[in-house]
């Protein structure tokens, strides 16, 4: 089938991740059905030329209407943010884990092709051995990661049990243009970014050691573009799609260059780093974006 005759749906395609990937489907001549009921994502951010549905992804009955035809659903919507979801566990879990059932009983009753689930390496928790390789048992230290996590075993369940075809992509610390700086656990590079442009100190927690495996949002675009298409997934895979280089605190502040002043550490992995081999084998993915060159474009961006 021609890709202008697929019908395909993002949930949470008003955010960050979710609204980048749906300018990449229609860019690819899709059609963009995005859900979204705007508890963190921006109606500004849905791009022209896609339907906009604001909608809970518990509200079956209207997920039915708007998934009915759709070949694939990019399944992104969630209430996002570690600290977030251990002040509020009951609502992130009605939105992470609920919603995605949701969204896959609904996918299966209409007939979608395939889902592509938007996990977390959150579900990986602390680990002592790095890099994190799909087959280490997750160990969630947050309400959040574990709710991503059971997000991925009910897409295998529903795969296995169901034959709903999906495939769940673990994302690493994923950054870019329009990412959030809201918030005290906002994404360490906005922040700093936001600081530097109202001449602010960036804050760094702890003594900046810390390590993430940072990966530009157009390279998890890729990702899920592929995932979409690949005949060597659809079973309930899960992905890892990262950079497969971590970068310390203190190395992103020194990128972006500027003052810093330091603040309490917090619980948090000490490190992460994405063992990617199974995605370039399933996927044939690999990262495009050099971590310094999506700094450069970004500091290009706020005038830093």
Partial sequence: M?????????????GFIGSHLAAALL?????????DNLSGGKREKVP????????DINDTKALTSIMAGAEFVFHLAALPRVQYSMEHPIETNKANVDGTISVLKVAQDVGVVRVIYSASSS????????????????????????????????????????????????????????????????LVIAKFLRQRTQGQSMTITGDGTQTRDFTHVRDVVRANLLAAESDRVGKGEVINIGAGHNVSVNRVA????????????????????????????????EPSVRFEDGIAELKQLHNV
């Fill in 2 to 14: 021609n890709k202008l005759n697929k019908k395909v749906v993002v949930t949470g395609g008003a």
């Fill in 27 to 35: 860019g690819e001549g899709y059609m963009v059905a995005v859900v």
């Fill in 48 to 55: 022209e030329g896609a339907s906009f549905f604001e909608q």
């Fill in 123 to 186: 579900a990986y928790g602390d680990q002592e051995i790095m890099p994190l390789t799909e087959d280490m048992p997750a160990h969630p230290k947050s309400p959040y990661g574990l709710q991503k996590y059971i997000g991925e075993l009910y897409c295998r369940l529903f795969s296995e049990v169901y034959g709903l075809p999906t495939v769940s992509l673990r994302y690493f610390n994923v950054y870019g243009p329009g990412a959030s700086a809201e918030g005290a656990y906002a």
């Fill in 254 to 285: 020194e990128l972006i260059g500027g003052s810093t002043e330091r603040v309490a550490a917090r619980l948090e992995p000490h490190d992460t780093l994405a063992d990617n081999q199974k995605a370039k084998e399933l996927l044939g993915w």
